[in-house]
């Protein structure tokens, strides 16, 4: 067993309850973790 964890400031889910990226006060590397899981940015 791990203990108690600290919870993050940020979290982004996929949809099969794993976690795909955690933020601390930053957004490092959430660009290539949404990119990975919903795909790249698109114009509208």
Do not use: S
């Not at 794993?18 to 490092?28: I, L």
């Amino acid at each position: 067993m791990l203990g108690a964890v600290t919870a993050p400031a940020a979290v982004l889910m996929r949809p099969d309850g794993y976690v795909a990226w955690v933020g601390e006060g930053t957004n490092r590397g959430l660009e290539d973790a949404l990119t990975t899981w919903i795909g790249p940015p698109t114009a509208t």
